[in-house]
């Protein structure tokens, strides 16, 4: 596993190139009118994958349109006329004075993976937990450098230059952004949101260096896996099973996607939108007829204690006795996404997966078409007594103040 950084795709450096040809035009144009103004090139990033945000470039301004929720971000240059004269906060614009100088996040649920591919985690001076699956972010909080919040008092965060949120539905100030990368549907969708955060930071070029690497590898990633073929492509079942005693298999467009890239197929759609509950014998006798056809199992079932569940809590929560036919068990392909964990509760796959999902689909073209020489980053495979990797704060081996490359795999 190699670590580098490619350079942009010739696509969007084609772009580039007619942006500054517009630019110049432009430029000409206007210093045929008044021949003092000069011509400003900026770095300008646009979204080619996600579909739930774009963003649009003034000269002194920028503006990000979340298409979800229809709210617009104003962001203005500080050096700007604007930034001392312009503030709104409506329920559908709000202004921010760029490149930030600092920040906070709502570390519930926030994938601060995003900020540390951009090298900016150092700005980073509140947060709202210690629910981080993030070493270093976990190290700069052990070290004083990161300030604890109280989530219920929003007008704390009015000190930083922006508090980046991603569970909306809490009362807003007037500096909350909303950061969602999850309402795309598709892996390389969610990660290009990196490009939404580069924005509040003047971060364009970092931001599309790292998404052009991520998505190159990923589509390297996913040929290679087509090229896996035998007579037939394995069967997934992403799988979960709640406290009521119910199994489902997932509809997430998400995982299905992931499957179908590393060379899998997921189980029939007119199989998997059906939940099954253990306690009823016909049920139990469906579910124990369609994981004979499965050939790798993927629990997903949630559990407060990740370090204890093994192959016998799944075999258990299924609860059926005779488990001769189970492909998945006979050639030891059960898998849980928990494999880095934060004090047992916060999971990376809810973090770095998400901003690498090169990561990912490699883990899971090893979990289909295993050659043992890789070592899976978030799957661990419960059919072999895998165990959980415990992230903590003296995990954090990389100098913070510079940013955190992409993992880029050999392909
Ligand atoms: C554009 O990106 C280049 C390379 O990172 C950098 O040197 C330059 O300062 C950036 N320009 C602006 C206006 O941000
Ligand atoms: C604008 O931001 C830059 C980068 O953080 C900083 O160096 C500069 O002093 C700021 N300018 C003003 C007028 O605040
Ligand atoms: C956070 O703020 C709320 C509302 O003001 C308060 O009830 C709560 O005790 C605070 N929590 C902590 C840990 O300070
Ligand atoms: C954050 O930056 C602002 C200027 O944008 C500054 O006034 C404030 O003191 C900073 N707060 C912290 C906690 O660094
Ligand atoms: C398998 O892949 C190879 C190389 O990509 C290709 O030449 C061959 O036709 C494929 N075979 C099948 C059955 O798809
Ligand atoms: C599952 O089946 C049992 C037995 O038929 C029933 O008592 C129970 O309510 C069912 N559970 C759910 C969540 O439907
Ligand atoms: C699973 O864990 C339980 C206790 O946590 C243990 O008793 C059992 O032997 C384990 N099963 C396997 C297959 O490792
Ligand atoms: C185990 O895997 C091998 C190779 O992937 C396959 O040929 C075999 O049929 C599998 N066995 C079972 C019981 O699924
Ligand atoms: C771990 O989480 C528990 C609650 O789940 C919390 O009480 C404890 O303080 C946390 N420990 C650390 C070291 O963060
Ligand atoms: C296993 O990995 C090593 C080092 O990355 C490489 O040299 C070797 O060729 C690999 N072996 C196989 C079977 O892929």
Redesign the pocket.
């Known amino acids: 596993m190699s670590s580098s950084s490619s350079s942009s795709s010739s696509s969007s450096s084609s772009f580039r190139v007619q942006i500054i040809f517009v630019l110049f035009i432009s430029g000409y144009l206007q210093g045929a009118n008044a021949a003092s103004s000069t011509v400003i090139v900026r770095n300008i990033s646009k979204t080619e994958d996600a579909v739930n945000f774009h963003i649009y470039y003034g000269q002194t301004f920028k503006v990000i349109k979340n298409v979800v929720d229809g709210k617009s971000y104003l962001l203005i240059q500080n050096n700007s006329r604007m930034a001392t004269r312009t503030k709104y906060c409506t329920p559908r614009i709000k202004s921010f004075v760029i490149p930030l100088s600092n920040y906070s996040a709502d570390t519930y649920s926030f994938p601060v993976s995003f900020l540390e591919l951009l090298g900016l985690l150092g700005s980073m001076k509140g947060i709202t937990s210690d629910s981080v699956a993030s070493e270093c972010a976990l190290k700069l909080y052990e070290t004083g450098e990161i300030e604890m919040m109280n989530r219920s008092e929003p007008q704390q965060f009015s000190e930083f230059g922006a508090h980046f949120i991603s569970e909306t539905d809490q009362p807003q100030a007037c500096n909350f952004a909303n950061f969602v990368p999850l309402v795309e549907d598709y892996p390389l969708q969610r990660a290009e949101w990196i490009k939404f955060l580069g924005v509040f930071a003047n971060l364009e070029t970092r931001a599309n260096k790292v998404y052009d690497a991520i998505k190159e590898n990923y589509l390297c990633l996913t040929k290679v896996a087509a090229s896996k073929n035998g007579s037939f492509k394995p069967i997934v079942a992403w799988m979960q099973y ?1 406290d ?3 199994w489902s298999f997932t509809k997430e467009t998400c995982k299905l996607k992931y499957v179908e890239d590393a060379g899998g197929e997921n189980i029939d759609n007119s199989i998997s939108k059906i939940t099954y ?4 014998p016909d ?1 139990s006798e469906e579910l124990h007829a369609i994981l004979c056809t499965v050939d790798v199992v993927i629990d997903e079932t949630y559990t407060l204690d990740p370090a204890g569940y093994n192959q016998s809590s799944f075999l258990e929560n299924i609860g059926v006795e005779d488990k001769s036919c189970f492909g998945f068990i006979a050639n030891q392909s059960l898998w849980r996404y928990d494999k880095r964990v934060q004090n047992l509760t916060t999971l990376d796959w809810n973090d770095g997966a998400v901003s690498q999902p090169q990561l990912v689909l490699a883990d899971l073209i090893e979990v289909l078409f295993p050659n043992g020489n890789y070592s899976t980053t978030y799957f661990r495979n419960i059919a072999k007594g895998e165990g959980i990797v415990s992230i903590g704060a003296n995990m954090c081996g990389r100098d913070i103040s510079t940013p955190l490359e992409p993992t880029i795999l050999s392909c």
């Open positions: 709640y009521s005693g119910i509950n253990t306690s009823n049920d």
